[in-house]
C-alpha cells in the first residue's frame, strides 16, 4: 500500500533531483519500504540499514559502544550517530536514522516512555533531530513514525532545499 506521505515526499524528491538513504532501527526496515513503494523510487532511493541490535550500530554504522552505554541506543545522540554512519555507507543528498521505544523492557524511563521516537535528518553537514511521543502498541507507533517523517521530510524540503 502506497502511503500519501511518501508520495508527497517522493514527488518532492524526484522534482528537486534529492538522493535519500536511512537507518532504522525502531521502525526496522518500514520507512525504507513504503518509499519503495512509491513511483520512481529508483531515482531518489539509495538504500537502508536496519540496526535494531546495538551490535550493528557499532559494527556497522561505527556508533561508539561508549555513546550507547552514555545515552542508551534509543537516544537523540545515537540516532544522530545512526545517520552519520548510514551517510558515509550509502551516500545521499538527505539521509535520515530512527529509533526510539516500542514495547517495554528497552532504556525507557519517566523522562522517555514506551512510544518516544527519534528522528534525524541530515542534509549538507547539517542535522535536525526531532523527539517524538506516539500512543499506541508497537505497530501503531511504527505507523506514526512512518507518517511523522514523510511529514517532516516534506516540509523540511520545501522550507530548506
Known sequence: MVIPEMLDCNRLLVDKQLSLSLAESATAGHVTAAFSLTPNA???????????????????????????????A?????????????????????????????????SETAQKPVGTIFICMLYRHVCINERH??????????????????KRLCRFITTQI
Do not use: W
Open 133 to 150: 511521543c506516539f500512543k499506541g502498541n508497537a505497530e501503531e507507533i511504527v505507523q506514526q513514525t512512518l507518517l511523522e517523517t514523510g
Open 42 to 72: 529508483g531515482n531518489f532511493l539509495k538504500g537502508g540499514i536496519i540496526c535494531y541490535d546495538p551490535h550493528v550500530k557499532e559494527a556497522v554504522l561505527h556508533v561508539s559502544h561508549d555513546m550507547i552505554d552514555r545515552y542508551t
Open 74 to 106: 534509543e537516544s537523540a545522540e545515537v540516532t544522530e550517530a545512526i545517520t552519520k554512519g548510514v551517510h558515509r555507507i550509502i551516500p545521499a543528498d538527505i539521509s535520515i536514522g530512527i529509533t526510539g521505544l516500542l514495547k517495554p523492557g528497552g
